[in-house]
């Protein structure tokens, strides 16, 4: 467990445990018409699942004896993907991506489906995490856990030496994974900082796999860039708890192997996006419109000298973005965290083969879905079921109008999720900050419309909403604000703006 020094004092002044937080979360759960519980059919159901899926078919590979590993969170149980890699002649690398079969275990229709489908999500609060699936199946018996044989569906992508994508393919097979990894520890190691961590150390011939995975990432990385991607920097928070009183909010940043997994999963997204197009089936498309308020990205961008088009362009944005990095990199996040308020949220559509896509002008892609966390979001459970049919030439399991109807449901539940997770870490900083009335802070304007004013302060990482003095302001604005009011039961914590003399 670990604690930020310099908020130590404030963090022990207030020794709420988790039980109030996790109250707060199952409510704001229910006033968002999500399910903080599985009901008794559910349970019932699960009760009856007692094993793993078994292989069976000649079409189901047998891949056991590559070196497949998972790299997540430390504490991840839910492990939705593999990798691996095969070098071969001239640079070119085969990497596979296998994910978890979760639709072997979890039938369209049945009562654990119907609560997947309310939730769409699994949502992840600073008290307590509300899996989409119960953890009999996530965390055990649907998840790719270290030394356990499962079945997967396995992303194919043949990478040239210069990122492209030469060839791919989809198909099933048996999988086990060898070690299960966590980000930090593998980043580190990646980056020459500390030595192997020990679950990599004990496989051999493991250390070289992930290097030539982290080498074709980077390559794939370059070609999205190349292609306008935009390289946003955001800070998210982790909630440290100490003997189950609430101790502090810490920035939880990307690193280079979250960048890796990262890189592959929207490789292997794309591919399943072609298949499943070229197969002639419909899919749930992940898509990120052209952005409304371009003009106030041009106008931020303009504030530090750099000029933008005045119509949309990523590739232009993205330079801007690194220009910025390189300027001033302990910055940058703001700055990232201004053009993703602008940018706008992505959302779920219905793709029908022949029709042009919306694409995603966050990755600068056309051909992009969710498919690679079957355990944690609907929509890839719902990918994961239009992929079988593909494979084995049947009809597409949910029709045009329903898939049309999920595209909407799972994006106004994802949302309501985030309202949650968002609820939940404001709560929890407003028990840190309860005792600091009138403190002063610097802060980031993130948010400026008819409904309200917020901004971003650090120390602890949390946002709060002007309530006094936002006249002018808008999103990318710095500001000194000074602490109001907190209210813990329903995560509010109130600025007003403290102008400057003249």
Known sequence: MSINPKNHSMAITHRAGKDELQRIAHEAMLQRGLLPDFSPAVIAQSNQITRAAAASGAAIRDLRGLLWAS????????????SVAEPAANGVVKIRVAIADVDALVRKDSAIDGHAWTNTTSVYTAAQIFPMLPEKLSTDLTSLSEGQERLANVVEMVIATDGTVMASDIYQAIVLNRAKLAYRSVAAWLEGTAPAPPRLAAVPGLDEQLRIQDRAAQALKRVRHAHGALRLETLEVRAVFDDGALADLLPDEKDRATELIEDFMIAANGVTARYLENKGLPSLRRVLRTPKRWDRIVALAAESGERLPLTPDAAALDAFLTKRRQADPERFPDVSLSVVKLLGSGEYALEVPGQPSEGHFGLAVRDYTHSTAPNRRFPDLVAQRLLKAALTGQPSPYTNDELTTLARHCTDQEDNATKVERQVAKSAAALLLSSRIGAR?????????????WVRISGPTTEGRVVRGFEGLDVGDRVHVELVHTDVARGFIDFAAVRERT
Do not use: P
């Open 441 to 453: 802070f610097d802060a980031i304007v993130t948010g400026a419309a008819d409904k309200g004013t």
């Open 71 to 82: 790299i997540d969170n430390d504490d991840s149980r839910d492990l939705d993907q593999l």
